[in-house]
């Protein structure tokens, strides 16, 4: 399994878009996480396992077509990445 390194300028830009807006609503900019990607060669980037991280905390989430933005929004609200 590869994995590809990317900031959140590098997200496709609907993507990009949503993460901003969920940071914004929760008081973060993009800049305070580090987010990764992994997957496999010839895998469909919507199968990607997506990598939030933050000081200590560390969350990973299945891409599936752009949902991981709404389960690192539910972890945003429960306060997770503090």
């Known amino acids: 399994m590869g994995t590809t390194l990317f900031r959140y300028i ?3 830009i609907g993507d990009r878009a949503a ?3 969920v940071c914004a609503r929760h008081g973060f900019a993009p800049v305070h996480f580090d987010i990764s990607a ?3 060669p010839g895998e469909p980037a ?3 396992l ?3 991280r933050r000081a200590g905390w560390v ?4 891409d599936r077509h752009g949902q991981w933005i709404r389960q690192f929004e539910a972890d945003l609200t429960c306060r ?3």
């Not at 969350?59 to 299945?62: A, C, D, P, V």
């Open 46 to 48: 919507h199968e990607r």
């Open 38 to 40: 992994s997957g496999s």
């Open 10 to 12: 590098d997200l496709p």
């Open 50 to 52: 997506v990598t939030v």
């Open 19 to 21: 993460f901003e807006l």
């Open 80 to 82: 997770f990445f503090k």
């Open 59 to 62: 969350q990973s989430y299945q």
